[in-house]
């Protein structure tokens, strides 16, 4: 599967941003998706989860409360709802997609190109 995110740009503290994931194939239902992010200097890290239903997601403590994960596979596509960003939001965000939700890079299969996000203070 072929993972395109979209939606990053740059952002006021407190502002928000929806972040979009385009999956090609067939298959996307197939596959849990998530959304993981990198800062400069950084370690990849996850930020949240869906499962291959979207009855079960999962988020990092960091964003617990403020972002959303969504999907419709209908339109092959995965979505992150960003509230109330701060500076720390800041990074590339990428979708990815593997055969369950995984916190550790290691899980997944596919990688989507990323798209940056950049909250100004």
């Known amino acids: 599967v072929q993972l395109q995110a979209s939606g990053g740009g740059l952002v006021q503290a407190g502002g928000s941003l929806r972040l979009s994931c385009a999956a090609s194939g067939r298959s996307f239902s197939t596959y849990a998706m998530n959304w993981f992010r990198q800062a400069p200097g950084k370690e990849r890290l996850f930020v949240a989860g869906?499962?291959?239903?979207?009855?079960?997601?999962h988020y990092s403590d960091s964003v617990k409360g403020r972002f959303t994960i969504s999907r419709d596979n209908a339109k092959n596509m995965v979505y992150l709802q960003m509230n109330n960003l701060n500076a720390e939001d800041s990074a590339v965000y990428y979708c990815a997609a593997g055969p369950l939700i995984s916190v550790v890079g290691d899980g997944v299969d596919y990688w989507g190109k990323g798209t940056q996000v950049t909250v100004s203070s």
């Open positions: 869906i499962s291959k239903s979207g009855s079960i997601s």
